[in-house]
């Protein structure tokens, strides 16, 4: 429902950048020599008349359809598209050239790499090239940092975590053992969670860049951002955030989360 809201966004001055970016994901995601093993498949099955290679061919390109359309407004992360790679394998298996060994070994070592970097960090990647730093990097110090700042001069139990972003939330819940955690975010609304109480307080936990005061019909603010709190894997800045004391509004339509760990979907 949320998704087939998003059918009419059209931005064709970036349509290309998206189109590009979805792309060069694929590739960079299932690594190359994989990438080109889908596209050979999948050119095999366009081949073949069998009921078979007929319905394959749709599991694929009915899904990547919809992310194509979806890139010329908006960009596509390249994780979405792997729900199609299980049936792009099939695919690669009708084609089978002498080389797809070689294929499934660099796909291997570049997952293994990747493991490496996201677990022991060996190689001190900037930012912008170390997915694994910006996504996975530093979380367990740096919530354990936040609720110790977040409980200075309140009495215990620990304040509320509070988040505008369900990534955030998310990480949040996981690791902030012993703090309630509460996020506020549209999506939720096709969930059926049940919504805090009017009046709650807490921190609101956001990232430094942010600029934007928080929706004012959601968080009535109540203080001053704290300092910027880093979150970093040995010594390498993933993200500086701030926390904002803040009350919970309760406008028409907002949607809330307090565990983003479990999230029971309305029929």
């Given at each position: 429902?949320?998704?087939?809201?998003?059918?009419l966004?059209?931005?064709?001055?970036?349509?290309?950048?998206?189109l590009?970016?979805?792309?060069?994901?694929?590739?960079?995601?299932?690594?190359?020599?994989?990438?080109?093993?889908?596209?050979?498949?999948?050119?095999?099955?366009?081949?073949?008349?069998?009921?078979?290679?007929?319905?394959?061919?749709?599991?694929?390109?009915?899904?990547?359809?919809?992310?194509?359309?979806?890139?010329?407004?908006?960009?596509?992360?390249?994780?979405?598209?792997?729900?199609?790679?299980?049936?792009?394998?099939?695919?690669?298996?009708?084609?089978?050239?002498?080389?797809?060994?070689?294929?499934?070994?660099?796909?291997?070592?570049?997952?293994?790499?990747?493991?490496?970097?996201?677990?022991?960090?060996?190689?001190?990647l900037?930012?912008?090239?170390?997915?694994?730093?910006?996504?996975?990097?530093?979380?367990?110090?740096?919530?354990?940092?936040?609720?110790?700042?977040?409980?200075?001069?309140?009495?215990?139990p620990?304040?509320?975590?509070?988040?505008?972003?369900?990534?955030?939330?998310?990480?949040?819940?996981?690791?902030?053992?012993?703090?309630?955690?509460?996020?506020?975010?549209?999506?939720?609304?096709?969930?059926?969670?049940?919504?805090?109480?009017?009046?709650?307080?807490?921190?609101?936990?956001?990232?430094?860049?942010?600029?934007?005061?928080?929706?004012?019909?959601?968080?009535?603010?109540?203080?001053?951002?704290?300092?910027?709190?880093?979150?970093?894997?040995?010594?390498?800045?993933?993200?500086?955030?701030?926390?904002?004391?803040?009350r919970?509004?309760?406008?028409?339509?907002?949607?809330?989360?307090?565990?983003?760990?479990?999230l029971?979907?309305?029929?």
């Amino acid at each position: 429902m949320r998704q087939g809201g998003r059918v009419l966004d059209w931005q064709p001055v970036r349509a290309l950048t998206f189109l590009s970016e979805l792309l060069g994901g694929q590739v960079g995601l299932a690594s190359g020599l994989v990438f080109i093993l889908f596209v050979g498949g999948c050119t095999r099955l366009w081949r073949r008349s069998d009921a078979f290679s007929a319905l394959l061919l749709c599991t694929i390109l009915c899904p990547l359809a919809v992310f194509v359309q979806h890139a010329l407004g908006a960009r596509v992360q390249a994780n979405w598209p792997v729900l199609v790679y299980p049936a792009c394998a099939l695919a690669a298996g009708v084609w089978c050239p002498r080389w797809w060994k070689s294929a499934v070994w660099l796909g291997g070592v570049l997952t293994l790499v990747v493991m490496v970097q996201a677990v022991f960090a060996p190689l001190r990647l900037p930012v912008r090239l170390d997915v694994t730093l910006r996504q996975m990097g530093g979380w367990s110090d740096f919530i354990h940092t936040v609720q110790i700042r977040a409980a200075e001069g309140y009495a215990s139990p620990a304040p509320v975590l509070m988040t505008e972003n369900y990534d955030l939330a998310g990480e949040v819940a996981f690791y902030a053992r012993g703090s309630e955690t509460v996020a506020v975010e549209p999506r939720w609304a096709v969930f059926d969670i049940p919504r805090p109480a009017c009046g709650l307080q807490g921190m609101l936990l956001r990232p430094a860049q942010e600029k934007e005061a928080p929706d004012p019909h959601a968080f009535e603010v109540l203080g001053e951002a704290s300092a910027p709190v880093a979150r970093a894997r040995r010594g390498m800045v993933a993200e500086w955030y701030v926390m904002l004391p803040v009350r919970l509004r309760c406008a028409p339509g907002q949607a809330f989360v307090r565990d983003a760990a479990s999230l029971p979907v309305r029929h």
